[in-house]
């Protein structure tokens, strides 16, 4: 079925103004939104809880600094250096899986909006399908009517024509046997 290249912007409005795909929509933007957030409050927790690690590890820092304890304030530094390293390398970590989960969903919303573009089309298709099925059966109703009437208005003559000669014929048989 080929459609008009006017024909084609209209539909494709009417379709994406159709209440069910804006609701699909705001669904999937949702959805998204609220995985964005977990993922936000799962890091800014862990953050927290390295941030309170970090400010108790400042603490001791500074207490040993203050040399009021038995251990030598560069081991300390290494540890913490060897902390900071570690944690880097898990927020690191934690960034690709961020990236990995945002690209994997991006690709997911991609094939739904390719899906939902597929099934937009075939209704389209159908629709026009429909409208056409529509004009052809009004086409033939209307040819179909009038023929009819043509035959009526045909017949009516007939009997007219045949009423007019009937009744000649018993004229013709009324003078011939006055006669």
């Known amino acids: 079925m080929s459609m008009s290249m006017t024909a084609m912007p209209d539909t494709v409005a009417v379709a994406l103004s159709a209440p069910e795909v804006g609701a699909g929509l705001i669904a999937l933007i949702v959805a998204l939104l609220g995985g964005i957030t977990a993922i936000v409050k799962v890091i800014t927790r862990k953050f927290e809880d390295r941030l309170t690690g970090i400010a108790h590890t400042a603490d001791a820092t500074h207490e040993q600094v203050a040399n009021n304890h038995d251990m030598n304030l560069r081991d300390d530094l290494d540890r913490l250096s060897g902390e900071f390293h ?94």
């Open 86 to 179: 570690d944690f880097s390398g898990q927020v690191i970590q934690q960034l690709k899986e961020i990236k990995l989960s945002l690209s994997d969903q991006d690709r997911q919303a991609r094939e739904a909006q390719h899906e939902q573009h597929q099934r937009d089309q075939q209704s389209e298709e159908r629709v026009l399908g429909i409208r056409q099925d529509l004009r052809s059966a009004t086409e033939n109703a209307t040819r179909d009517r009038e023929l009819l009437h043509s035959r009526v208005n045909e017949t009516r003559q007939e009997v007219r024509d045949l009423a007019s000669e009937t009744k000649r014929r018993f004229t013709e048989v009324d003078e011939t046997v006055r006669r």
